[in-house]
């Protein structure tokens, strides 16, 4: 076996790195500035704090909540309703 190709090794790095994807990052402020993720995030969190890395996994685990939103106001091209987000 040999060396992996640089633009594959980049690709595979890139994963690894969740804080560099833009969905991330939407996540990471979304989790700060709208009460409503804001709540979510506060909720997944609650009595997990110590652990390590666990921001990180729960606001990937928002940008994949919040794809799932686009999507789905895209699929029936209806407004965004924060009361569908099951706070709890």
Request: hydrophobic fraction near 45%.
């Amino acid at each position: 076996m040999g060396v992996m190709p640089l633009p594959i090794l980049r690709k595979f790095l890139f994963y690894l790195r969740p804080q560099e994807s833009h969905l991330y990052q939407a996540a990471q402020v979304a989790s700060v500035k709208n009460r409503y993720f804001k709540a979510y995030f506060t909720g997944l969190l609650q009595g997990r704090q110590r652990e390590r890395g666990i921001h990180t996994k729960i606001r990937v685990k928002l940008a994949a909540k919040m794809l799932v939103i686009a999507w789905a106001v895209m699929k029936r091209k209806e407004a965004f309703d924060p009361g569908r987000l099951n706070i709890g």
